[in-house]
């Protein structure tokens, strides 16, 4: 089993910056994949970003330039910096481990931004 413990979300004015983390705990593999997803009000659970163990990272068009994904293999966490964030940006943020064929999911984090 694989566990995993958000923090860093909360209230932000648009334009500003917030960063999320994720730490991982239990059946860690060395090989998988760590993102983050959001999930805005009656809206499905999107991608945000994803980062594989070797550092190959993957974004949505919508973050591109303002958000980063980075990872600790050593501490197994992920970690998402959210610069010049927009009211869109609103959501509950789910960090997410995808290893051996299964998603792992964390309990979410409220970001909001204010206009």
């Known amino acids: 089993q694989v566990q995993l413990v958000e923090s860093g979300g909360g209230l932000v004015q648009a334009g500003g910056s917030l960063r999320l983390s994720c730490a991982a705990s239990?059946?860690?593999?060395?090989?998988?994949?760590m993102g983050w997803y959001r999930q805005a009000p009656g809206k499905q659970r999107d991608l945000v970003a994803t980062?594989?163990?070797?550092?190959?990272?993957n974004y949505a068009d919508s973050v591109k330039g303002r958000f980063t994904i980075s990872r600790d293999n050593a501490k197994n966490t992920v970690s998402l910096q959210m610069n010049r964030v927009q009211p869109e940006d609103t959501a509950v943020y789910f960090c997410n481990v995808y290893q051996l064929r299964r998603n792992y999911w964390g309990q979410g984090t409220q970001v909001t931004v204010s206009s």
């Open positions: 239990g059946s860690i593999f060395s090989d998988n994949s």
């Open positions: 980062i594989l163990s070797g550092g190959s990272t």
